[in-house]
T-cell receptor, first 117, second 115 residues
Framework: AQKITQTQPGMFVQEKEAVTLDCTYD???????LFWYKQPSSGEMIFLIY??????QNATEGRYSLNFQKARKSANLVISASQLGDSAMYFC??????????????FGTGTRLKVLA | DSGVTQTPKHLITATGQRVTLRCSPR?????VYWYQQSLDQGLQFLIQ???????AKGNILERFSAQQFPDLHSELNLSSLELGDSALYFC??????????????FGPGTRLTVL
């Protein structure tokens, strides 16, 4: 079973509008972390936002917010006021326990976002 | 700029050859992670080092090996290269072994092409 599922391979959004990128996860751990990364066409992976499993508030970082619904095991990324520079591939990732004292990061397959002028 | 550096940026080599990829973590980070990103496999975790010691091992082939040196830079060695090893190889670093609010920051990647 997929641990991280991103069901939207590609999305379009109009400039200045908000967009939600979906991510669902599967883990039996109580303590885990959820991350979003952006990968522009240049290839680098840019950290955007982090949500801990025990955090009660949704994480926010500037125009990025993470809509965390623990019971539904979803961690959707919301980008407000989209900009042309937001066009990129977006990856959802989860950190869970690997063995005692070690952790592993699992990445989804990504969503390619295109912002239209 | 994440502060993580990787060299070289591009590498073209032939099947059967051996290459070494280098990574310098962000200042103060003790953990280094290696990932392989290919079109058909997505982003796959290979291996993690923390303060010079192997910490966690993922989907790393036996033909691949890595180490972290006392100055905390890391090298990923790929040998007996095959066409399927062509991929973007990322290094990431973080301050701790993991857990809590520990966050990975990625380098720019090394694009390996095996001909």
């Amino acid at each position: 079973a997929q641990k991280i599922t991103q069901t939207q391979p590609g999305m379009f959004v109009q400039e200045k509008e908000a967009v939600t990128l979906d991510c669902t996860y599967d883990t039996s751990d109580q303590s885990y972390g959820l991350f979003w990364y952006k990968q522009p066409s240049s290839g680098e992976m840019i950290f955007l936002i982090y949500q801990g499993s025990y955090d009660e508030q949704n994480a926010t970082e500037g125009r990025y917010s993470l809509n965390f619904q623990k019971a539904r095991k979803s961690a959707n990324l919301v980008i407000s006021a989209s900009q042309l520079g937001d066009s990129a591939m977006y990856f959802c990732a989860m950190r869970e326990v690997y063995t005692s004292g070690t952790y592993k990061y699992i990445f989804g397959t990504g969503t390619r976002l295109k912002v239209l002028a | 700029d994440s502060g993580v550096t990787q060299t070289p940026k591009h590498l073209i080599t032939a099947t059967g050859q051996r290459v070494t990829l280098r990574c310098s973590p962000r200042s103060g980070d003790l953990s280094v992670y290696w990932y392989q990103q290919s079109l058909d496999q997505g982003l796959q975790f290979l291996i993690q080092y923390y303060n010079g010691e192997e910490r966690a091992k993922g989907n790393i082939l036996e033909r691949f090996s890595a180490q972290q040196f006392p100055d905390l830079h890391s090298e990923l060695n790929l040998s007996s290269l095959e066409l399927g090893d062509s991929a973007l190889y990322f290094c990431a670093s973080s301050p701790t072994p993991g857990g809590g609010t520990d966050t990975q920051y990625f380098g720019p990647g090394t694009r390996l092409t095996v001909l």
